[in-house]
């Protein structure tokens, strides 16, 4: 599910629930004895205006009728799909809105808020709910260098640097070279950089030692972010629900525990092996310096898994809120599985024909 979002195309930070890439055609259906919305794609940052519109163009001057939307979505922006979640909620809670996973289709990641906000949830034989984690570190935010050959004559198949995950290695791992006294002048240029365009030369002038240490970590970091972030929110949402143990000591120590090791294997790879003494990662200043920023980004995912909670809240008096929060987050944003029907039911996630 990508809060404010880190990137564009799927989740500054921007968090991603998401398996899409193309925005949602809304469109306000109407035959001789139906009317309904059709939502079809993406859920991305202008789709709440256009929701609404159609919505209106659906229902306004319409009486006695329970409106409908019908979903068919892969995801994508959680801010995005929560401001249409409580704008369905409210319209539910004045007038009655039924959800529906239209036939044949799958709603998935924050296409799931949308859903759990109708007052009516149907999700009919052959068709998938698949909720899963958020992040910002997936979509349109990917690896720090996507592609390999610098001397692709077309310019358009050549690597591409991602300038915002260059800045944040470029941050995490700089107090340690500055220390060191090692390519400290490339990596200011790094940091002072603007655009794709100068920060990639920026990365190209770096000494090979440090483009490799800044490409390992990058890599190591963004395969165990995403269960941080997915913790975090859990713990979040277990605290606004008071449904326990919220986890908290473990995450902080999984933030610990990341930070280190990654920190740790990058150096031993790319510098202890050419050095005569090794670097403590656990008292390294530069260790100290990715627990703050691990840290630090993960209240981005906390403030969302906060208005997530305000929306679920609005639902607990129809719903199971704990068991629809161990459900959403019961897979990260790497994988998806179909909730089953007994779930759905047990949960009051859907309401209709159970």
């Known amino acids: 599910m990508r809060v404010d979002m880190v990137a564009r195309c799927l989740f500054g930070l921007i968090l991603i629930a998401y398996s899409y890439c193309q925005a949602a055609?809304?469109?306000?259906?109407?035959?001789?004895?139906?009317?309904?919305?059709?939502?079809?794609?993406?859920?991305?940052?202008?789709?709440?205006?256009?929701?609404?519109q159609e919505?209106?163009?659906?229902?306004?001057?319409?009486?006695?009728?329970?409106?409908?939307?019908?979903?068919?979505?892969?995801?994508?922006?959680?801010?995005?799909?929560?401001e249409m979640a409580h704008f369905i909620a409210t319209t539910g809670e004045r007038r009655g809105v039924r959800m529906e996973v239209a036939p044949g289709a799958r709603c998935v990641s924050a296409c799931t808020f949308l859903f759990i906000a109708g007052s009516d949830r149907f999700v009919p034989a052959g068709s998938k709910l698949e909720p899963h984690g958020f992040s910002s570190l997936n979509g349109s935010n990917p690896e720090l260098v996507k592609g390999k050959n610098w001397a692709d004559p077309d310019p358009e198949r050549r690597p591409h640097v991602n300038t915002h995950r260059l800045k944040w290695a470029a941050h995490a791992i700089g107090l340690h070279l500055y220390?060191?006294?090692?390519?400290?002048?490339?990596?200011?240029?790094?940091?002072?950089?603007?655009?794709?365009?100068?920060?990639?030369?920026?990365?190209?002038?770096?000494?090979?030692?440090?483009?490799?240490?800044?490409?390992?970590?990058?890599?190591?970091?963004?395969?165990?972010?995403?269960d941080l972030e997915r913790s975090a929110a859990l713990a979040a949402m277990y605290q606004h629900g008071n449904f326990g143990d919220p986890h908290v000591e473990k995450i902080n120590e999984g933030i610990a525990l990341v930070s280190t090791k990654v920190f740790a294997a990058t150096l031993d790879q790319n510098l202890g092996a050419k050095r005569s003494k090794r670097v403590d990662p656990a008292t390294s200043s530069a260790s100290a310096l990715i627990v703050e920023q691990l840290q630090d980004h993960l209240k981005g995912t906390t403030?969302?898994?906060?208005?997530?909670?305000?929306?679920?809240?609005?639902?607990?008096?129809?719903?199971?809120?704990?068991?629809?929060?161990d459900l959403m987050f019961s897979t990260s944003i790497l994988y998806t599985r179909p909730l089953t029907r007994e779930e759905m039911c047990d949960a009051s996630i859907v309401n209709v024909d159970c």
Not at 68 to 80: F, H, K, M
Not at 191 to 200: H, N
């Open 179 to 226: 220390a060191e006294d090692r390519d400290v002048d490339g990596l200011k240029r790094v940091l002072a950089c603007k655009g794709p365009a100068q920060c990639q030369a920026a990365f190209l002038a770096l000494e090979d030692t440090t483009r490799e240490l800044l490409t390992a970590w990058d890599g190591a970091i963004r395969t165990r972010y995403i």
């Open 25 to 52: 055609t809304i469109k306000c259906v109407i035959t001789n004895d139906q009317r309904w919305v059709n939502y079809e794609g993406g859920v991305d940052l202008p789709d709440p205006a256009l929701l609404r």
């Open 303 to 325: 403030e969302t898994a906060s208005d997530l909670w305000r929306l679920i809240q609005r639902k607990s008096g129809e719903l199971d809120a704990k068991a629809l929060v």
């Open 55 to 82: 919505f209106s163009r659906c229902f306004d001057n319409v009486r006695g009728v329970v409106p409908v939307i019908r979903l068919n979505s892969g995801g994508g922006y959680v801010t995005a799909g929560l």
